[in-house]
């Protein structure tokens, strides 16, 4: 008999440990659902987000003419090629 209660201790044992990964996976379950139902917007890092930097008109004018500058130097050097 007392081969009998060892072994019905175990499977008492096994039963307590199966329950508890049971809930685990089905709190697992649950976490990925929530995920999906919301688009996965909660699984992302938020991020702070910069403000645009604002240039002036006249400093906007003052980088297209140097682009365009720059430009014209590189179509002069491959006429030159």
Do not use: C, N, P, Y
């Not at 240039?55 to 090629?81: D, F, G, I, L, P």
Request: proline content about 0%.
């Amino acid at each position: 008999m007392a081969d009998f209660s060892k072994f019905l201790q175990q499977l008492r044992t096994d039963k307590a440990q199966t329950e508890r990964q049971l809930k685990r996976l089905g709190e697992a379950i649950a976490a990925l659902q929530k995920i999906a139902a919301d688009g996965g917007r909660s699984a992302r890092v938020e991020t702070k987000r910069r403000s645009r930097r604002k240039v002036s008109k006249t400093a906007r004018k003052r980088m297209a003419a140097a682009q365009k500058a720059r430009w014209a130097k590189v179509r002069q050097q491959e006429k030159a090629a």
